[in-house]
C-alpha cells in the first residue's frame, strides 16, 4: 500500500475517533448537567441547618410527611462546611415538613431544630424539620 494512503487512512481513523468522543462527551453533560442547586443528576447535595423560630402552624398531613410545621424563622446557623438550605429564610415563616410527633409543641412556642432539605430535585424537594426542642 503506499505511504500517501496510510496517511489518509489513519487521519481518517483519528477525525472518527474524534468525533465519537465529541458525541460521548456532550451524552455525558446533557445526562448529568449541574441544577440550580448544584447537585448532579437530580441528586440533592447534603445541607443542615439549626434554626430558631416560633411555630405559628402544625398540621397534619394526608400525603407524605405525616406533619407540617410552620415557623417564623429568626435564626439560621451553618452546621459545619454544609450548604444551609434556611439562610434565606431569617424573617419568614417557612413550612417545614416532618414524621416527628409534634406532642408538647403548639402555635407561640419557640423551637430550637435542624433542618436540612430532602428529596429530589427532578421530582420535588422538602425542608425537612428534626430534632425539634422547645427553646426557653
Known sequence: MPKTNNVFLFAI?????LLAGIIVSCAKTTTTSTT??????????????????????????????PWEIDVM?????????????????????VQFRT???????????SINAHVKLTGDVEVGTTL????IQQSY
Open 36 to 65: 440550580a442547586t448544584g447537585s448532579i443528576g437530580g441528586s440533592l447535595i447534603q445541607t443542615d441547618s439549626i434554626i430558631k423560630g416560633q411555630i405559628t402552624v402544625i398540621k397534619s398531613m394526608t400525603t407524605g410527611y
Open 73 to 93: 424563622v429568626t435564626n439560621s446557623q451553618n452546621v459545619g462546611d454544609l450548604k444551609n438550605p434556611t439562610i434565606d429564610k431569617v424573617g419568614q415563616v
Open 99 to 109: 414524621d416527628e410527633s409534634p406532642v408538647g409543641l403548639q402555635p407561640g412556642q
Open 128 to 131: 425537612y424539620i428534626y430534632n
Open 13 to 17: 481513523v483519528m477525525a472518527v475517533a
